[in-house]
């Protein structure tokens, strides 16, 4: 728990999570150094501590809309997106548009004050902050939002209320210090204190409020943030601008800035050349010294955005390009843009050579200094022989990022990169700039606040510090500090161990989409984890080693649901799900190639199991429950449902229309019962039938001829094998089904997982298509809706996200009833094919915050699209989730 994005390593001597303001202010009078850390992915070391870490993200999570979307109140622990996504429905979004917004908080994102591609200054955090409850170290605890919030300050921190109207008129008055504030805040800056608090903002409490703002958690604790929202753009137009040099790029800004874009991203050479693979545009382009500017315009209608682009054309026709300038409106082509941009840190940070760090940062200069500052920058890496380096970033408000990768545990490597490191700040600063834009002083920063703000405003951090926090026990070492060697102490090694461990950057992206963040460990903490173990290993420590690995067990490999979720949010792709199958792969080999040569006995046998136990429960449950602790056998509960039917064989006289390979997860896991034990389904459709059924007779209805493959009975996708890491049984299997499914007739599987599974099983051998696809594609129009549902509850698939079936997930559902809730917080249910069996504790876990999303409201029907999955949430909510098609099936009577 102590690692995050950044290249520090601190070992904290205790973790604590608090889940109130109150026990906040009980933890500060501990008097012990504390620092909160909710996401983890700063990336400038402001989230790790060698004191107490304190996890503010397992119970901060409440969002609140307010203002019918204005406002919203939200806990520290909740993440960008679930915030936007909760605003979605009213046009709204925040301001702050982080490239992490999947994993970043928003405590994270005020505590450094984020901003974002398009965000700028003018809707910051800074910017659109409207209140907060904070925690003080002295225990009180404040909600600026208050009318009275002022004279409560006054009353409970009458010090730290003169203090701040002190250092109100000290900078105010002081024509240096004022100019030097303003100068320096008109840029992205998140270099010490926010002064411009102290201009801004005549009230102590609006001013604390504003302080808090980018104090990286130095001066309390936030424990609930109210801040103005934005209009959501939901159309835009984007081109992608290639420049002969970075000269004539930055040239050009003036007047594209002026065409008033809400974003100009900025792409060097260097960032092409990492690129060219990935966009048509530059293919063909033999790449020298080129820049690109990516520019895109956003409004709230498609007629706006076509306006504000012609208005630009005139200017992008006038501009000496390499490629031909437009403006595109198509989604696919500007995701590719973008996915080019956004994924510079990924090509570089994942091509990093094994055990080296990949370093990010971020200044900011005036833009006319943008040129000048570049080529110098270059300069630098040249000079210090870093040959990899990329530089893009914000070119419209003159911040760059720069990402070069080093060796921290080599002394060489570090001395190396504190020599760059001075030779950066002299060059930034001496171009009127700022040493951090957007990711906050931190660890990395803080020997050269002074030097940015000269010894006057440096004293008035100083004293805000004093002030509020006087005993020095908020995030000791972060923002101010006096050690000229802070940034070069504490930093990372990274021992090669796996490849998917090697290539990790700790950056936390993966961990709001991990179904067993809440109960053991996340991706980023296993691989963490790993890397604590080899080096353990390296260090001779063999009891620390069998300690780690001992727990490892548990917590990184038995509750990894190895759903793959991880990977869609991971910038450099890594699937901690195949490590884990790996470490899976045990000496059960031979039992489970037994079963893939028997699959039909197999499934038969453990249907017949279920449904014997739903008979006898009274001898079922202890028999289970004994077994369970003695060799960890799955465990049966009352809400299982019983097994189903056998696989059905279809031989049509004529040549079918599509294969069905039905799954044999139907044949374990019956139908959704009319009573699923001691927590009885509420909904009034419980009569749920087999899925299987539910398509033939869609099919039937359509017109559409289905055949079943040979030998279907013993025949399986492969997913049981390859999650557990059973090669042998998965080789065999695979030998099996591919002459199976050989030809040119469409294959239909009624259950996502198995499509996934199928389809890297067969590769080309076959054409793979899940059932809701091709009910969205060829049955839907053929079928007549008799009865549409008023509310559905509908919960995507792990495998449907991965696979990009939710859209024809959302058709299908979108057909059977009026409105279909998607949870906002939705996660895989972690019933994993049998990790729901194995260890019901994660699914409990990974479902939680969706249970209680749903609390409390009706809808008509519950529906998914994967068998076991649906038997996962059947039990985590006590409603009756059953296929989608089994729903329109019913509905199309």
């Given at each position: 728990?102590?690692?995050?994005?950044?290249?520090?390593?601190?070992?904290?001597?205790?973790?604590v999570?608090?889940?109130?303001?109150?026990?906040?202010?009980r933890?500060?009078?501990?008097?012990?150094?504390?620092?909160?850390?909710?996401?983890?992915?700063?990336?400038?070391?402001?989230?790790?501590?060698?004191?107490?870490?304190?996890?503010?993200?397992?119970?901060?999570?409440?969002?609140?809309?307010?203002?019918?979307?204005?406002?919203?109140?939200?806990?520290?622990?909740?993440?960008?997106?679930?915030?936007?996504?909760?605003?979605?429905?009213?046009?709204?979004?925040?301001?702050?548009d982080?490239?992490?917004?999947?994993?970043?908080?928003?405590?994270?994102?005020?505590?450094?004050?984020?901003?974002?591609?398009?965000?700028?200054?003018a809707?910051?955090?800074?910017?659109?902050?409207?209140?907060v409850?904070?925690?003080?170290?002295?225990?009180?605890?404040?909600?600026?939002g208050?009318t009275?919030?002022?004279?409560?300050?006054?009353?409970?921190?009458?010090?730290?209320?003169?203090?701040?109207?002190?250092?109100?008129?000290?900078?105010?008055?002081?024509?240096?210090?004022?100019?030097?504030?303003?100068?320096?805040?008109?840029?992205?800056?998140?270099?010490?204190y926010?002064?411009?608090?102290?201009?801004?903002?005549?009230?102590?409490?609006?001013?604390?409020?504003?302080?808090?703002?980018?104090?990286?958690?130095?001066?309390?604790?936030?424990?609930?943030?109210?801040?103005?929202?934005?209009?959501?753009?939901?159309?835009?137009?984007?081109?992608?601008?290639?420049?002969?040099?970075?000269?004539?790029?930055?040239?050009a800004?003036?007047?594209?800035?002026?065409?008033?874009?809400?974003?100009?991203?900025?792409?060097?050479?260097?960032s092409?050349?990492?690129?060219?693979?990935?966009?048509?545009?530059?293919?063909?382009?033999?790449?020298?010294?080129?820049?690109?500017?990516?520019?895109?315009?956003?409004?709230?209608?498609?007629?706006?955005?076509?306006?504000?682009?012609g208005?630009?054309?005139?200017?992008?026709?006038?501009?000496?390009?390499?490629?031909?300038?437009?403006?595109?409106?198509?989604?696919?082509?500007?995701n590719?843009?973008?996915?080019?941009?956004?994924?510079?840190?990924?090509?570089?940070?994942g091509?990093?050579?094994?055990?080296?760090?990949?370093?990010?940062e971020?200044?900011?200069?005036?833009?006319?200094?943008?040129?000048?500052?570049?080529?110098?920058l270059?300069?630098?890496?040249?000079?210090?022989?870093?040959?990899?380096?990329?530089?893009?970033?914000?070119?419209?408000?003159?911040?760059?990022?720069?990402?070069?990768?080093?060796?921290?545990?080599?002394?060489?490597?570090?001395?190396?990169?504190?020599?760059?490191?001075?030779?950066?700040?002299?060059?930034?600063?001496?171009?009127?700039?700022?040493?951090?834009?957007?990711?906050?002083?931190?660890?990395?920063?803080?020997?050269?606040?002074r030097?940015?703000?000269?010894d006057?405003?440096?004293?008035?951090?100083?004293?805000?510090?004093?002030?509020?926090?006087?005993?020095?026990?908020?995030?000791?070492?972060?923002?101010?500090?006096?050690?000229?060697?802070?940034?070069?102490?504490?930093?990372?090694?990274?021992?090669p161990?796996?490849?998917?461990?090697?290539?990790?950057?700790?950056?936390?992206?993966?961990?709001?989409?991990?179904?067993?963040?809440?109960?053991?460990?996340?991706?980023?903490?296993?691989?963490?984890?790993?890397?604590?173990?080899?080096?353990?290993?390296?260090?001779?420590?063999?009891?620390?080693?069998?300690?780690?690995?001992?727990?490892?067990?548990?917590?990184g490999?038995?509750?990894?649901?190895?759903?793959?979720?991880?990977?869609?949010?991971?910038?450099?792709?890594?699937?901690?799900?195949?490590?884990?199958?790996?470490?899976?792969?045990?000496?059960?080999?031979?039992?489970?190639?037994?079963?893939?040569r028997?699959?039909?006995?197999?499934?038969?046998?453990?249907?017949?199991?279920?449904?014997?136990?739903?008979?006898?429960p009274?001898?079922?449950?202890?028999?289970?429950?004994?077994?369970?602790?003695?060799?960890?056998?799955?465990?049966?509960?009352?809400?299982?449902?019983?097994?189903?039917?056998?696989?059905?064989?279809?031989?049509?006289?004529?040549?079918?229309?599509?294969?069905?390979?039905?799954?044999?997860?139907?044949?374990?896991?019956?139908?959704?019962?009319?009573?699923?034990?001691?927590?009885?389904?509420?909904?009034?459709?419980?009569?749920?039938?087999?899925?299987?059924?539910?398509?033939?007779?869609?099919?039937?209805?359509?017109?559409?001829?289905?055949?079943?493959p040979?030998?279907?009975?013993?025949?399986?996708?492969?997913?049981?094998?390859?999650?557990?890491?059973?090669?042998?049984?998965?080789?065999?299997?695979?030998?099996?089904?591919?002459?199976?499914?050989?030809?040119?007739?469409?294959?239909?599987?009624?259950?996502?997982?198995?499509?996934?599974?199928?389809?890297?099983?067969?590769?080309?051998?076959?054409?793979?298509?899940?059932?809701?696809?091709?009910?969205?594609?060829?049955?839907?129009?053929?079928?007549?809706?008799?009865?549409?549902?008023?509310?559905?509850?509908?919960?995507?698939?792990?495998?449907?996200?991965?696979?990009?079936?939710?859209?024809?997930?959302?058709?299908?559902?979108?057909?059977?009833?009026?409105?279909?809730?998607?949870?906002?917080?939705?996660?895989?249910?972690?019933?994993?094919?049998?990790?729901?069996?194995?260890?019901?504790?994660?699914?409990?876990?990974?479902?939680?915050?969706?249970?209680?999303?749903?609390?409390?409201?009706?809808?008509?029907?519950?529906?998914?699209?994967?068998?076991?999955?649906?038997?996962?949430m059947?039990?985590?909510?006590?409603?009756?989730?059953?296929?989608?098609l089994?729903?329109?099936?019913?509905?199309?009577?």
């Amino acid at each position: 728990m102590a690692r995050d994005a950044s290249h520090f390593d601190l070992t904290p001597r205790a973790v604590v999570t608090v889940a109130s303001a109150e026990e906040v202010a009980r933890l500060f009078a501990v008097g012990l150094p504390l620092t909160f850390r909710s996401g983890g992915t700063s990336l400038s070391g402001q989230g790790v501590t060698d004191g107490i870490l304190v996890d503010s993200r397992r119970h901060f999570r409440d969002i609140a809309v307010l203002d019918h979307g204005l406002r919203v109140r939200v806990g520290p622990g909740a993440t960008v997106r679930q915030v936007n996504a909760r605003l979605a429905r009213y046009g709204r979004m925040l301001g702050p548009d982080p490239a992490s917004e999947v994993a970043c908080t928003l405590g994270g994102v005020v505590a450094n004050n984020s901003s974002g591609m398009a965000c700028g200054t003018a809707a910051n955090s800074y910017a659109l902050i409207d209140s907060v409850v904070v925690v003080l170290p002295s225990g009180t605890i404040l909600d600026t939002g208050d009318t009275d919030a002022d004279d409560r300050l006054r009353a409970l921190e009458p010090a730290l209320w003169e203090g701040l109207a002190r250092l109100r008129d000290r900078v105010r008055d002081d024509p240096a210090s004022r100019t030097s504030v303003e100068r320096q805040f008109a840029l992205k800056n998140t270099m010490g204190y926010g002064l411009n608090a102290l201009l801004d903002h005549d009230r102590p409490a609006d001013i604390l409020t504003h302080l808090l703002v980018g104090s990286e958690g130095t001066l309390g604790f936030l424990a609930s943030i109210v801040m103005r929202t934005v209009p959501v753009h939901a159309h835009a137009r984007t081109g992608f601008l290639v420049f002969e040099d970075l000269a004539a790029a930055t040239a050009a800004l003036p007047e594209l800035v002026a065409t008033g874009p809400a974003a100009i991203e900025l792409l060097d050479a260097t960032s092409l050349r990492v690129g060219q693979p990935d966009l048509d545009a530059l293919h063909t382009l033999n790449i020298r010294d080129q820049a690109a500017l990516l520019v895109e315009y956003r409004a709230g209608s498609a007629a706006e955005a076509d306006d504000q682009a012609g208005r630009a054309t005139g200017v992008l026709g006038r501009l000496d390009l390499e490629t031909p300038p437009a403006l595109m409106a198509d989604a696919a082509a500007r995701n590719r843009l973008w996915h080019l941009r956004k994924g510079l840190y990924a090509k570089v940070a994942g091509a990093r050579p094994a055990g080296t760090a990949a370093l990010l940062e971020d200044i900011a200069v005036p833009v006319p200094e943008l040129l000048p500052t570049c080529r110098e920058l270059i300069g630098l890496f040249e000079r210090h022989a870093y040959d990899h380096a990329v530089i893009f970033g914000h070119a419209k408000d003159g911040n760059i990022h720069f990402m070069l990768t080093e060796r921290l545990g080599d002394p060489s490597g570090r001395d190396r990169f504190g020599r760059f490191t001075e030779d950066m700040v002299g060059l930034v600063l001496s171009r009127g700039g700022t040493l951090k834009a957007e990711h906050g002083t931190g660890r990395m920063m803080t020997p050269f606040v002074r030097r940015q703000y000269g010894d006057e405003l440096y004293d008035v951090m100083r004293e805000i510090k004093r002030l509020c926090d006087p005993g020095g026990i908020l995030n000791p070492g972060v923002l101010l500090s006096d050690d000229p060697g802070a940034h070069l102490a504490g930093l990372k090694t990274s021992p090669p161990v796996e490849e998917e461990v090697d290539r990790c950057v700790e950056c936390g992206f993966c961990e709001p989409v991990c179904p067993s963040r809440d109960l053991t460990t996340t991706p980023r903490q296993r691989i963490v984890l790993r890397r604590a173990i080899e080096q353990a290993r390296r260090d001779g420590d063999p009891a620390l080693v069998a300690s780690l690995e001992k727990d490892y067990e548990y917590d990184g490999v038995d509750t990894c649901a190895v759903d793959g979720m991880c990977q869609t949010a991971c910038p450099v792709q890594i699937n901690t799900g195949d490590l884990v199958r790996r470490l899976r792969s045990t000496d059960a080999q031979a039992a489970w190639s037994f079963a893939a040569r028997h699959w039909s006995a197999t499934t038969r046998t453990m249907g017949a199991a279920l449904s014997t136990a739903r008979r006898l429960p009274l001898i079922a449950s202890p028999v289970s429950r004994a077994a369970h602790r003695a060799v960890g056998a799955p465990l049966w509960t009352r809400d299982l449902p019983g097994g189903g039917s056998p696989r059905p064989r279809l031989t049509p006289a004529g040549r079918p229309d599509a294969i069905l390979f039905a799954s044999c997860t139907n044949t374990m896991f019956g139908p959704t019962s009319k009573d699923t034990g001691d927590t009885p389904p509420r909904s009034p459709h419980r009569d749920t039938g087999d899925m299987r059924s539910a398509f033939a007779l869609l099919c039937a209805r359509a017109g559409i001829v289905l055949a079943t493959p040979p030998g279907l009975p013993g025949l399986c996708c492969g997913t049981p094998w390859k999650s557990k890491g059973m090669t042998r049984g998965h080789d065999a299997m695979a030998e099996r089904v591919r002459p199976a499914l050989a030809g040119d007739v469409p294959v239909v599987v009624d259950a996502a997982s198995c499509t996934e599974g199928l389809r890297q099983l067969v590769g080309a051998d076959a054409t793979i298509i899940d059932a809701v696809q091709y009910t969205a594609d060829v049955l839907l129009d053929r079928l007549t809706v008799t009865e549409r549902l008023g509310d559905l509850a509908l919960h995507p698939t792990c495998s449907a996200q991965r696979m990009g079936l939710t859209p024809a997930l959302l058709k299908v559902a979108g057909a059977v009833a009026e409105r279909v809730t998607v949870p906002s917080s939705w996660g895989c249910c972690g019933f994993a094919g049998d990790r729901g069996l194995l260890h019901p504790e994660l699914t409990a876990a990974a479902t939680a915050p969706q249970v209680a999303e749903l609390a409390g409201r009706h809808f008509d029907a519950y529906a998914s699209c994967n068998r076991t999955c649906e038997v996962g949430m059947t039990r985590a909510t006590g409603h009756p989730y059953v296929h989608v098609l089994d729903v329109l099936e019913r509905v199309t009577r």
